[in-house]
């Protein structure tokens, strides 16, 4: 993916749950909490094999972190996870 259209896409998919694989093959599950031209932020989804509540990040609101950041670059999809799990 061109990482002009992944942000673009991080941005309209902004706080919702997505599913995002890595060109490496990781995959990712959580809510787009940020997005920036470089990276986007996910709150990982423990439902979905992520670290849940314990995730890493800056500090947020009420003292929650950002989430995971993930380089845009790095990113090789992006899917809404609830379409995925029903």
Do not use: S
Request: with cysteine.
């Amino acid at each position: 993916m061109n990482p002009a259209n992944t942000y673009n896409l991080c941005c309209q998919y902004h706080g919702k749950r997505v599913r995002i694989e890595e060109r490496g093959g990781r995959v990712h599950y959580g809510e787009i909490t940020r997005v920036d031209r470089r990276q986007v932020w996910i709150q990982p989804d423990r439902r979905f094999g992520g670290y849940g509540l314990g995730y890493w990040g800056y500090g947020g609101f009420g003292g929650a972190g950002f989430g995971l950041g993930i380089a845009l670059g790095a990113i090789g999809g992006i899917a809404l996870a609830p379409l995925l799990f029903w």
